[in-house]
């Protein structure tokens, strides 16, 4: 599974990118709102240090509009990938911008018929919410395994971004059923990392390490 790091934090990206753990970035503009940042300046920033897929989120909400707000941020760089919502005009936006060759992330997914609209209209990646889904009693993981059966199905090769998501165990289940990139803020990617038994296991090896009163560097 392919980890896109879900802000506009440059600090935030750098360091995971520095470990290798950045396939891509998601972006949209409640994360550039919270960054304080101007929108091209610091998404050019983020494409010279990612060579993967970085999303940023056209605002207009008729497609003429998605159509050229996407055209124009296709010229930060040639790694944007253009975000556009879920809807009949993002939909068109979508069908013209694919087909001018460029990457299309359709966001704000909520179910699986949406998901096969824009793998019909050509969307380079389908972004399910998960975390919103959860947020209202109806189960976000459920929506990533029946959009993975319905794409492979019919071999629709729209890439499964599961995206809105909050815990560590949202990593592991999309990683299960097979989601194709999962775009989560930097904390949760940092918390995969912990275990409270690798902490106590540390612990008690260092003690006893101590009591032989070796070093390993002299
Ligand atoms: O990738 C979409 C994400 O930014 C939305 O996450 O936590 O606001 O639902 P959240």
Same mark, same amino acid.
């Given at each position: ?25 998601? &972006?949209?503009? !409640? ?6 940042? #101007? $929108?091209?300046?610091?998404?050019? *920033?983020?494409?010279?240090? @990612? ?48 087909g001018e060759g460029r ?20 969307? &380079?990646?389908? !972004? ?6 959860? #947020? $209202?009693?109806?189960?976000?993981? *459920?929506?990533?395994?029946? @959009? ?71």
């Amino acid at each position: 599974m392919k980890f896109f790091v879900d802000t506009a934090d440059t600090d935030a990206i750098r360091d995971l990118n520095n470990l290798g753990m950045v396939d891509g970035v998601t &972006t949209n503009p !409640s994360l550039i709102m919270k960054s304080g940042r #101007d $929108i091209k300046e610091v998404t050019k *920033e983020i494409c010279d240090m @990612i060579p993967g897929p970085v999303s940023a989120e056209t605002v207009a909400l008729d497609a003429d509009g998605m159509i050229a707000e996407g055209r124009e941020l296709a010229k930060i760089a040639d790694n944007i990938t253009i975000k556009v919502p879920l809807t009949w005009d993002g939909l068109k936006a979508c069908k013209v911008l694919s087909g001018e060759g460029r990457m299309v992330n359709v966001t704000l997914c909520f179910s699986a018929n949406q998901a096969l609209l824009a793998a019909k209209a050509g969307a &380079t990646f389908i !972004s399910p919410f998960i975390g919103r889904l959860d #947020d $209202i009693n109806l189960d976000g993981m *459920e929506l990533i395994s029946d @959009i993975r059966e319905i794409y492979d199905n019919y071999g629709y090769e729209t890439q499964i971004l599961a995206a809105s998501i909050r815990t560590v165990n949202h990593m592991t289940d999309a990683a299960r059923i097979g989601a194709d990139v999962a775009t989560a803020p930097p904390d949760v990617i940092r918390k995969m990392a912990s275990h409270p038994l690798t902490d106590k296991g540390l612990e008690g090896f260092l003690k006893d390490w101590e009591k032989t009163g070796q070093k390993i560097l002299s």
